[in-house]
């Protein structure tokens, strides 16, 4: 494993930080974002006691090239580029940052990031060796899984090895693994100095298969669901969102009632005050918007992710809350969260620290003017694009798409966020496609990706 570029000392004050995320869980689907159908009083007070980074994206919408992103702050090209690659095992990740400084780190849930291939099994049942764990200090995990009640997990290694299957529904088995970390990082012999600590809970609700537990089920009816304005008034389409939805928002409701149980536990054990708490999404889900489902395209509905940076201090000592525009991307989040305790990121990650927008600071460096969409290898799966594509979205509201060599998606986002209308070939919008175009190629330039943009 590579070192950090340095080591600073730790200090009594340093926080101790919490990611929490769910995968598929798509930035329009909670209750601070107006969506209707969806209840989500937990995750709406994190929304209201923090900062709400409400043009959050995952630049790349799949799992395992988005996980690679979040843990390493490098783009996919770099580390992990498709569906089952794997993360190199040389290369170092957040928790190695962590590490360094001092701190204990831990991870709970899914990880598919070893490059299992589920053609040869159950990825649920494939043990991530040693090595291959992020350096995390303690990890109990699974690769994939895609059965919520069927959920294995396993950690350890040699003697301590072990697998065995969650009694329950996987989102509140994984949060009590870590609701007992916390209460263990907690319980510190008198006098002696508590270690701050990094911990990650990753769950795959509220990704398909949409099914959750029933006495939550029950308060979403597929018929009562409220589609987005460019879900198509096709009924196959139609009656597949609706289904699907009824699941959806029952585990996201699901998800928010864990979210309420760690922050329970964090102000019971007197941590919450120096807990830095972050939710997002690895990606979103398309639901019927546009004819797609899943995954796997540029849409508002498949890049935009919910993230907060709440906990810590909420209302004083001049921590930031409210609502945010800074287009933060997958690969941000590393650099961001280590910002978040003063640690200066390692000169491998290739993201932005954007921890000033909710600490008492002003930032440090310049903040893109866009971010950088990226479909390297595609999956091939249904309800996916099957071709490879780029593109940016902009900090005054443009989206702009490729494939190689030719344009496909142009979007002006302040008058059109359900993206109905495609101004990709309409000569009227000629000067400010050749702007975006331009700015493309700089981004994959700038990050040494090979892609063929249009000539415009």
Request: charged fraction near 20%.
């Amino acid at each position: 494993m590579a070192k950090t570029d340095s080591i600073n000392p730790v200090s009594p004050a340093r926080p101790n930080v919490l990611w929490i995320f769910g995968d598929q869980h798509r930035a329009q689907a909670t209750g601070y974002a107006l969506d209707p159908n969806a209840n989500t009083p937990n995750i709406d007070n994190l929304a209201a006691s923090g900062m709400n980074f409400a043009r959050a994206i995952s630049g790349f919408p799949l799992c395992c090239p988005a996980r690679g992103s979040l843990l390493t702050g490098r783009y996919p090209h770099h580390v992990v580029p498709g569906h089952e690659h794997r993360l190199p095992p040389e290369q170092s990740t957040i928790a190695n940052v962590f590490n360094d400084e001092g701190y204990h780190t831990a991870y709970f849930g899914k990880w598919h990031l070893d490059g299992f291939h589920e053609r040869n099994g159950r990825a649920a049942m494939h043990i991530v060796p040693p090595g291959r764990r992020g350096g995390f200090q303690e990890w109990i995990g699974y690769e994939n899984n895609n059965s919520q009640w069927d959920c294995w997990v396993h950690g350890g290694q040699d003697d301590t090895a072990f697998q065995y299957r969650l009694p329950g529904f996987e989102t509140d088995e994984l949060t009590n693994l870590l609701i007992q970390y916390i209460r263990n990082r907690a319980d510190q012999p008198n006098g002696e100095q508590q270690q701050p600590f990094f911990s990650v809970l990753s769950v795959q609700p509220p990704h398909d298969p949409y099914i959750a537990p029933s006495t939550q089920r029950g308060r979403y009816k597929p018929a009562d669901i409220i589609l987005r304005e460019n879900v198509p008034h096709i009924p196959r389409i139609v009656n597949q969102a609706r289904v699907d939805l009824a699941g959806y928002y029952t585990m996201i409701e699901n998800l928010d009632y864990n979210v309420g149980r760690i922050m329970d536990t964090l102000r019971q054990t007197g941590l919450l005050e120096n807990t830095h708490v972050i939710f997002f999404s690895d990606h979103g889900d398309m639901h019927g918007s546009h004819g797609q489902f899943r995954k796997m395209n540029p849409y508002e509905e498949a890049i935009r992710v919910p993230f907060i940076v709440s906990g810590e201090k909420s209302f004083y000592d001049g921590r930031k809350t409210g609502r945010t525009d800074a287009l933060l991307n997958h690969v941000d989040v590393a650099p961001t969260t280590l910002g978040l305790c003063g640690i200066t990121k390692p000169s491998w990650m290739e993201g932005t620290d954007y921890s000033a927008h909710r600490l008492a600071s002003h930032p440090t460096h310049p903040e893109p003017d866009s971010a950088y969409l990226q479909s390297v290898i595609p999956t091939k799966h249904g309800n996916s694009v099957d071709r490879p594509w780029r593109g940016i979205v902009t900090r005054d509201g443009w989206k702009y798409v490729v494939f190689e060599g030719v344009p496909w998606l142009m979007f002006n986002l302040n008058e059109d966020p359900y993206e109905q209308v495609n101004l990709a070939h309409n000569t009227i919008y000629l000067d400010m496609k050749k702007k975006l175009n331009d700015r493309l190629r700089q981004w994959i330039h700038d990050t040494n990706d090979v892609f063929q943009v249009p000539e415009v």
